[in-house]
């Protein structure tokens, strides 16, 4: 059974080391800067005090297999400022044994009903990346035909949801 809470301090190791474990094949085939796998439990921690962010972690059976994290306020690489009842999900991540396993599309789901004056939702992720689009689609998702070349070699895809 997955379920998600609002991420607290004692989550932050965990979640930390799942992240890194879940992003290093990225960072290994794209050698982007701003790779998750780069970033230590301060960064995690940094945003669950930040009223520009909501962190959710993810369970099985009670044990915490990811983690979710919208951008509530600022801006992203496809939108100039988020708007009320604007949500960006800038990374959801789950442990690698466990992935492929429709985890991330039920925790996002699960998560959207969080944000109830939600109305428009974005992701973007690399274009090449066939099973984040696919998890992505079966959880309403919609490809908007947007691109950008952030590094050499790695080109995002603009995703939305409207509801």
Same mark, same amino acid.
């Given at each position: 059974m997955i379920k998600i809470k609002t991420t607290i301090e004692q989550d932050v190791q965990v979640l930390t080391e799942i992240q890194?474990?879940?992003?290093?094949?990225?960072y290994e085939k794209y050698n982007d800067k701003g790779n998750p796998c780069l970033r230590g439990a301060e960064d995690v921690a940094n945003r669950l005090n930040s009223p520009s962010f909501r962190y959710f972690t993810i369970f099985e059976n009670e044990e915490i297999v990811g983690g979710v994290l919208y951008k509530c306020k600022g801006k992203g690489?496809? @939108?100039?400022?988020?708007? +009320?009842?604007?949500?960006?999900?800038?990374?959801?991540? #789950? /442990?690698?044994?466990?992935?492929?396993?429709?985890?991330?599309?039920?925790?996002?789901?699960?998560?959207?009903?969080? @944000?109830?004056?939600?109305? +428009?939702?974005?992701?973007?992720?690399?274009?090449?990346? #066939? /099973?984040?689009?696919?998890?992505?689609?079966?959880a309403g998702f919609c490809d908007t035909g947007k691109r950008m070349e952030t590094e050499p070699g790695l080109v995002l895809a603009c995703f939305e949801k409207r509801l």
């Open positions: 890194k474990q879940a992003f290093l094949p990225l690489p496809f @939108f100039a400022e988020l708007q +009320y009842g604007e949500y960006y999900l800038q990374r959801i991540y #789950i /442990k690698p044994e466990r992935q492929c396993k429709k985890i991330a599309q039920k925790a996002i789901l699960l998560c959207e009903k969080e @944000f109830t004056n939600a109305k +428009y939702f974005s992701v973007d992720f690399p274009e090449d990346l #066939i /099973k984040n689009r696919k998890c992505y689609e079966a």
